[in-house]
């Protein structure tokens, strides 16, 4: 019995939400490291005022750095399920979306930018929610035609 879940084929709409829980990870990890965030001395724990740039491009800070970690966590234990990896790649995806709308009406330079956003997360993030809600709608359809096509048999 310990070994049928080792054995356990995962679908492609789980290992999707793996990989993008993978890439948050990985991301809030690259945001704790000189080098690979520049201004690295001057990163806040939260507000506009922080200057660190993941990749010299993204603007983060401690917060938005843990952020990206739980949501990293949060995908790759959620990916256990095909239905918890759909809603994953959905809600983080229109999470992510509102995020970019919010970035887009705040001031950068105002109290309301406590993550914080520059315009490069901003554009980040609307590619990422549309990736992220593209992915649950099309492979939830793969799996949903693929279970269908099983079961027909029977």
């Known amino acids: ?7 356990e084929h995962k679908t492609t709409l789980q290992r999707a ?6 890439v948050f990870l990985l991301v ?10 520049t201004n690295y001395g001057s ?11 993941l990749l010299g491009v993204f603007q983060v ?4 750095n843990i952020v990206h970690l739980l949501f990293g966590v949060a995908g790759i234990a959620l990916a256990r399920t095909p239905g918890q990896s759909r809603a994953f ?17 705040i001031g950068q330079d105002t109290p309301a ?3 914080p956003f520059n315009t490069a997360d901003n554009w980040l993030h609307l590619v990422l929610g549309l990736l992220m ?14 279970t269908t096509a099983a079961g027909a048999g029977r």
């Open 89 to 105: 790649l959905l809600y983080g995806g229109a999470i992510y979306l509102v995020l970019w709308l919010y970035g887009l009406l």
């Open 17 to 22: 939400a793996q990989v993008v829980g993978a």
């Open 133 to 146: 809600i593209g992915l649950g709608i099309l492979l939830s359809r793969q799996t949903t035609t693929r």
């Open 113 to 115: 930018n406590f993550v």
């Open 43 to 53: 990163m806040g724990f939260a507000g506009h005022g922080s200057e660190a740039l």
């Open 61 to 64: 800070s401690i917060l938005h």
């Open 28 to 37: 809030g990890i690259l945001g704790f490291i000189p080098g690979v965030t």
């Open 1 to 7: 019995m310990a070994n049928a879940r080792t054995t």
